[in-house]
């Protein structure tokens, strides 16, 4: 992962301000990662943004999340905090060299909460080895821990470069040739029970997650455009 210098970050944030700007999304998939780190960003931006008129959204651990953290973020006037959970299946996440502690995860949300702090918490469709089940589980871990309050269901995306660009062929996805590279069907996943995970989804959490006219197949006008692996069984 690279960063800016933290007094490039400033700069950037000091011309934003000076051209009026209200909201600032910091691209930092775990901005409490370094800690470090993390404390002289805050401190930077609260430097600028004295009279709060900036605010910030960015992405967090909340595993790392403790009450140092949230004080951190409110000072800063980081008002919206994206968790992703991903799946609360374990060996999908290591499919894709993650893992999560969800005590932990509850927890850091809890504060987050507790805080005033918005909190959106991310769920992804299509991650190999997730059946309908394991989704369904983690939708209802979600909904059962009083995590609801913004969920966001994303379909898996098969990135070039990635190791999962890599693996596409052994957990047999089939996906977008061209961006954004959504993942259509996997192993585990037909086409159909993509579109039903966000249907069920939207009954759980009693809102719209998704357009089902703009459910993702339909951006594949041709099948020239689509990546197949040689070995589905479907």
């Known amino acids: 992962?690279?960063?800016?210098?933290?007094?490039?970050?400033?700069?950037?944030?000091?011309?934003?301000?000076?051209?009026?700007?209200?909201?600032?999304?910091?691209?930092?998939?775990?901005?409490?990662?370094?800690?470090?780190?993390?404390?002289?960003?805050?401190?930077?931006?609260?430097?600028?943004?004295?009279?709060?008129?900036?605010?910030?959204?960015?992405?967090?651990?909340?595993?790392?999340?403790?009450?140092?953290?949230?004080?951190?973020?409110?000072?800063?006037?980081?008002?919206?905090?994206?968790?992703?959970?991903?799946?609360?299946?374990?060996?999908?996440?290591?499919?894709?060299?993650?893992?999560n502690n969800l005590e932990k995860f509850k927890k850091?949300?809890?504060?987050?909460?507790?805080?005033?702090?918005?909190?959106?918490?991310?769920?992804?469709?299509?991650?190999?080895a997730d059946k309908k089940k394991n989704i369904k589980d983690s939708i209802g871990f979600l909904a059962n821990s009083g995590m609801d309050t913004m969920v966001h269901i994303y379909p898996l995306c098969v990135l070039p470069g990635t190791h999962l660009r890599e693996s596409a062929d052994k957990f047999n996805i089939r996906f977008q040739k061209d961006p954004p590279y959504y993942a259509l069907s996997t192993k585990d996943l037909k086409e159909k029970d993509m579109k039903e995970m966000f249907l069920f989804g939207e009954r759980t959490f009693g809102r719209s997650i998704l357009n089902s006219d703009e459910w993702i197949p339909s951006m594949v006008s041709h099948t020239d455009n689509v990546d197949k692996c040689e070995s589905q069984d479907f």
């Open 108 to 128: 850091g949300v809890s504060l987050l909460k507790a805080g005033k702090l918005e909190v959106i918490t991310g769920l992804i469709v299509g991650l190999p």
């Open 1 to 99: 992962i690279r960063t800016f210098d933290v007094s490039r970050i400033k700069k950037e944030i000091e011309l934003a301000k000076t051209n009026g700007a209200k909201y600032i999304y910091l691209i930092d998939t775990v901005i409490n990662f370094d800690k470090k780190r993390f404390f002289e960003v805050c401190e930077a931006i609260k430097k600028v943004n004295m009279d709060k008129k900036i605010y910030f959204q960015t992405e967090i651990r909340t595993e790392l999340v403790d009450a140092e953290t949230v004080k951190l973020l409110s000072d800063s006037n980081i008002k919206i905090l994206e968790a992703g959970l991903q799946s609360t299946n374990p060996v999908a996440l290591a499919n894709v060299n993650r893992k």
